[in-house]
């Protein structure tokens, strides 16, 4: 029995497009410091389980007032990075799924390489920036390869015809 734990392929498109714009907007506030959130307000209140203020003070279980740009921004590259790299191919085979395992595999190594190198050689904000966006590289790092591999296989079959 064959499990199906992959999205429709009629969803890969659009999921696709909200990927590459959150992708753009998250590495842009990645080299811009995390400021660009800060240029743009969509301040509400919200429920937090715990925040710590500007001068220390810690709240438990209250409601805050937050600009919620970044956690839109990131639960839209989520949502949609998961749908867009696990949405079936149009022809999806044996082969397709080994490029995907081995694509997943390949991007947990490189992921967490990557995450070892900054632990030893970046300190302060700076490396709490990097373990925040070590979250969403991940996937990146996944959708990358997987669909790089697939081309090439595609160009290959083509040159073979």
Avoid at 18 to 42: G, N, P, Q, R, Y
Avoid at 63 to 83: H, P, Q, R, Y
């Amino acid at each position: 029995m064959k499990l199906t734990y992959l999205f429709p392929h009629r969803l890969k498109l659009l999921s696709g497009i909200v990927f590459c714009i959150t992708s753009i907007i998250l590495l842009t506030a990645l080299l811009d410091d995390l400021f660009l959130f800060e240029k743009f307000e969509l301040k509400t209140t919200v429920f937090a389980l715990n925040e710590t203020g500007i001068m220390g003070q810690k709240k438990t279980f209250s409601f805050i007032e937050n600009n919620i740009i970044d956690e839109i921004t990131m639960t839209l590259f989520i949502l949609s990075g998961l749908v867009f790299a696990f949405s079936k191919e149009k022809v999806e085979d044996e082969m397709t799924e080994k490029v995907r395992l081995d694509s997943l595999v390949w991007a947990t190594y490189f992921n967490y390489i990557a995450f070892l190198f900054c632990t030893w050689f970046f300190y302060g904000v700076l490396y709490l920036n990097i373990l925040m966006f070590a979250v969403f590289t991940h996937l990146l790092f996944f959708v990358i390869r997987f669909n790089w591999k697939m081309h090439q296989i595609r160009k290959t079959n083509c040159d073979e015809e």
